[in-house]
T-cell receptor, first 114, second 113 residues
Framework: DTGVSQNPRHKITKRGQNVTFRCDPISEHNRLYWYRQTLGQGPEFLTYFQNEAQLEKSRLLSDRFSAERPKGSFSTLEIQRTEQGDSAMYLC????????????FGQGTRLTVV | GNSVTQMEGPVTLSEEAFLTINCTYTATGYPSLFWYVQYPGEGLQLLLKATKADDKGSNKGFEATYRKETTSFHLEKGSVQVSDSAVYFCALSGSSGNTPLVFGKGTRLSVIA
């Protein structure tokens, strides 16, 4: 297994455009998480899935953000009508369920909104 | 809600110096505690963890002890190397196992030869 894979690694888009990111988790993991990280800050939780069910969304998550995990495998995160404030690194992680389990992170997708 | 507060950086040390990065947390019950590290150009990776009070996590010469009485999980290393230069994140997950990781802001460590 090659670990958690995220595509694309970099995305530059114009304000107002829609973007979609993909995450392929470690295949045996049933949990998948999305985080956002800005410069000088720790990862900020956005949402997570257990299998195909979206179990939790951050209250900070705008209605412009939507995530899916069809069939409980890969996941997509879409941002509609992007704004400059959406510029950040978007991280995906996966894990087994359970207390104290390790989350494995991908290398992230860096979004720049111009 | 759950939260983590960690020492602000950046921290600059000479090679072979002693390292401490402080981390305290707020959570109900008995959360699991983690230190993640991000080396330049790489993704976050787990450095060590502890899942119950008084447990000590250790890896690559780093150690941290889960102190329930002081709600702390300070990271220590006796002798740092240039290759330890990275950003270190303290994190916790709730005692139910159903809450996602909550991270601190990170501490950048630079080790100079």
């Amino acid at each position: 297994d090659t670990g958690v894979s995220q595509n694309p690694r970099h995305k530059i888009t114009k304000r107002g455009q829609n973007v979609t990111f993909r995450c392929d988790p470690i295949s045996e993991h049933n949990r998948l998480y999305w985080y956002r990280q800005t410069l000088g800050q720790g990862p900020e939780f956005l949402t997570y899935f257990q299998n195909e069910a979206q179990l939790e969304k951050s209250r900070l998550l705008s209605d412009r953000f939507s995530a899916e995990r069809p069939k409980g495998s890969f996941s997509t995160l879409e941002i509609q009508r992007t704004e400059q404030g959406d510029s950040a690194m978007y991280l995906c992680a996966s894990s087994f369920e359970g207390v104290g389990t390790e989350a494995f992170f991908g290398q992230g997708t860096r979004l720049t909104v111009v | 809600g759950n939260s983590v507060t960690q020492m602000e950086g950046p921290v600059t040390l000479s090679e072979e110096a002693f390292l401490t990065i402080n981390c305290t947390y707020t959570a109900t019950g008995y959360p699991s505690l983690f230190w993640y590290v991000q080396y330049p150009g790489e993704g976050l990776q787990l450095l060590l963890k502890a899942t119950k009070a008084d447990d000590k996590g250790s890896n690559k010469g780093f150690e941290a002890t889960y102190r329930k009485e002081t709600t702390s999980f300070h990271l220590e290393k006796g002798s740092v190397q240039v290759s330890d230069s990275a950003v270190y994140f303290c994190a916790l997950s709730g005692s139910s196992g159903n809450t996602p990781l909550v991270f601190g802001k990170g501490t950048r460590l630079s080790v100079i030869a």
